[in-house]
T-cell receptor, first 112, second 114 residues
Framework: NAGVTQTPKFRVLKTGQSMTLLCAQD?????MYWYRQDPGMGLRLIHY???????AKGEVPDGYNVSRLKKQNFLLGLESAAPSQTSVYFC???????????FGPGTRLTVT | SQKIEQNSEALNIQEGKTATLTCNYT??????LQWYRQDPGRGPVFLLL?????KEKRKERLKVTFDTTLKQSLFHITASQPADSATYLC?????????????FGSGTRLSIRP
């Protein structure tokens, strides 16, 4: 099993450009999450999904959109990138409830 | 809203000693509390989960305690080794009627010197 994978690993965007980050998991987990991690801030929840076709806002959703068209995939979109979105983005999944979360390797995004 | 405080940004100890990391929370007591390890450039990795009705949990050289009166969890690594050097994150469940979410502390960076 690959676990949780994320693409791309690195990306540099110019202000105003758009992009989509892809998260895939092969563990048949219902719950998936997108976090961002900034120095000294810890992990902050952007959006999450409790099942295929459902999404919800987390702590810092502004400027991001998500979709969960297939159970195994969770996409994070930036419609118009801003320098404040420079961060490391992590995807995670869990079977259900407050179980342990499995994290992907992260995507390092720089917006200039 | 719930806030998590991890004792210090960095902790530096001698190999072989016991490392003790602290996680304090401010409001309601969570039903679950989790600890994760994160190495530079990698995603967090789950270590241990402790429930509110459990006082202590052990896994090999790791021990976690949970004191709902003090609103605190302690994470111990006994016989520490340089390979234990990493950032350790505390996380606890956030009450939400629609889904289960957890919130993370900002972490403690542990360095074990030979």
């Amino acid at each position: 099993n690959a676990g949780v994978t994320q693409t791309p690993k690195f990306r540099v965007l110019k202000t105003g450009q758009s992009m989509t980050l892809l998260c895939a998991q092969d563990m048949n987990h219902e719950y998936m999450y997108w976090y961002r991690q900034d120095p000294g801030m810890g992990l902050r929840l952007i959006h999450y999904s409790v099942g295929e076709g459902t999404t919800a806002k987390g702590e810092v959703p502004d400027g991001y959109n998500v979709s969960r068209l297939k159970k195994q995939n969770f996409l994070l979109g930036l419609e118009s990138a801003a320098p404040s979105q420079t961060s490391v983005y992590f995807c995670a999944s869990t079977v259900a409830g407050w179980n342990e979360q499995y994290f992907g390797p992260g995507t390092r995004l720089t917006v200039t | 809203s719930q806030k998590i405080e991890q004792n210090s940004e960095a902790l530096n100890i001698q190999e072989g000693k016991t490392a003790t990391l602290t996680c304090n929370y401010t409001n309601y007591s969570p039903a679950y509390l989790q600890w994760y390890r994160q190495d530079p450039g990698r995603g967090p990795v789950f270590l241990l989960l402790i429930r509110e009705n459990e006082k202590e949990k052990r896994k090999e050289r790791l021990k976690v305690t949970f004191d709902t009166t003090l609103k605190q969890s302690l994470f111990h690594i006994t016989a520490s080794q340089p390979a234990d050097s990493a950032t350790y994150l505390c996380a606890l469940d956030e009450v939400d009627s629609s889904a289960s979410k957890i919130i993370f502390g900002s972490g403690t960076r542990l360095s074990i010197r030979p």
